[in-house]
T-cell receptor, first 114, second 115 residues
Framework: AQSVTQLDSQVPVFEEAPVELRCNYS??????LFWYVQYPNQGLQLLLK??????LVKGINGFEAEFNKSQTSFHLRKPSVHISDTAEYFC????????????FGRGTSLIVHP | EADIYQTPRYLVIGTGKKITLECSQT?????MYWYQQDPGMELHLIHY???????EKGDLSSESTVSRIRTEHFPLTLESARPSHTSQYLC??????????????FGPGTRLTVL
């Protein structure tokens, strides 16, 4: 069965600085990978997803993520963050050939300081 | 823009009460889900449905039940609430994606506190 590890529970960063949120997964088969964002008092919404093809995936709000099969990682990056990026970020994985219901990580709280 | 609604948004009740958390979506999605979310923890799947009259238990053992009589409606019921049920409950629906890789759309959640 698949599992997802988000290595950092909290990432503080100053506005306009770059940020990387780390995600590693474990699976014995091919996977599909997702990043969701949850703003305070809201549900999760999709930031980006990797299904196949180019390993560099661009999402909304200037975020991008790179799929690295050898390192089983799918880290999320943004070159310059804004205060409005303060939120909880969840990595999720779906195993190919399974139930196609995602398994979520514990989330990383991104805190952007002015 | 996804349209999925949950009511109530906040609920504080006493132990032993029966409660129903409502979830509705207007997107015509067949698949719907209930997750339990606690701070610093993974989202845990507690129930899901592939369509009308289909319901399945998820990975997390739960004392709740669900029903799916209409496509747009997926309520979750706790027959007798306990303090251990205190949590945030997220409802989601999904649209079909490539090879079954559905994108999920989430409601805003219901924060339940059982005293």
């Amino acid at each position: 069965a698949q599992s997802v590890t988000q290595l950092d529970s909290q990432v503080p960063v100053f506005e306009e600085a770059p940020v990387e949120l780390r995600c590693n997964y474990s699976s014995s088969v091919s996977v599909y990978l997702f990043w969701y964002v949850q703003y305070p008092n809201q549900g999760l919404q999709l930031l980006l997803k990797y299904l196949s093809g180019s390993t560099l995936v661009k999402g909304i709000n200037g975020f991008e993520a790179e799929f690295n099969k050898s390192q089983t990682s799918f880290h999320l990056r943004k070159p310059s963050v804004h205060i409005s990026d303060t939120a909880e970020y969840f990595c999720a994985v779906i195993e190919s050939g399974g139930s196609y219901i995602p398994t979520f990580g514990r989330g990383t709280s991104l805190i952007v300081h002015p | 823009e996804a349209d999925i609604y949950q009511t109530p948004r906040y609920l504080v009740i006493g132990t032993g009460k029966k409660i129903t958390l409502e979830c509705s979506q207007t997107m015509g999605h067949d698949k719907m889900y209930w997750y339990q979310q606690d701070p610093g923890m993974e989202l845990h799947l507690i129930h899901y449905s592939y369509g009308v009259n289909s319901t399945e238990k998820g990975d997390l053992s739960s004392e709740s039940t669900v029903s799916r009589i209409r496509t747009e409606h997926f309520p979750l019921t706790l027959e007798s609430a306990r303090p251990s049920h205190t949590s945030q409950y997220l409802c989601a629906s999904s649209e079909p994606g490539q090879g079954g890789t559905d994108t999920q759309y989430f409601g805003p959640g219901t924060r339940l506190t059982v005293l």
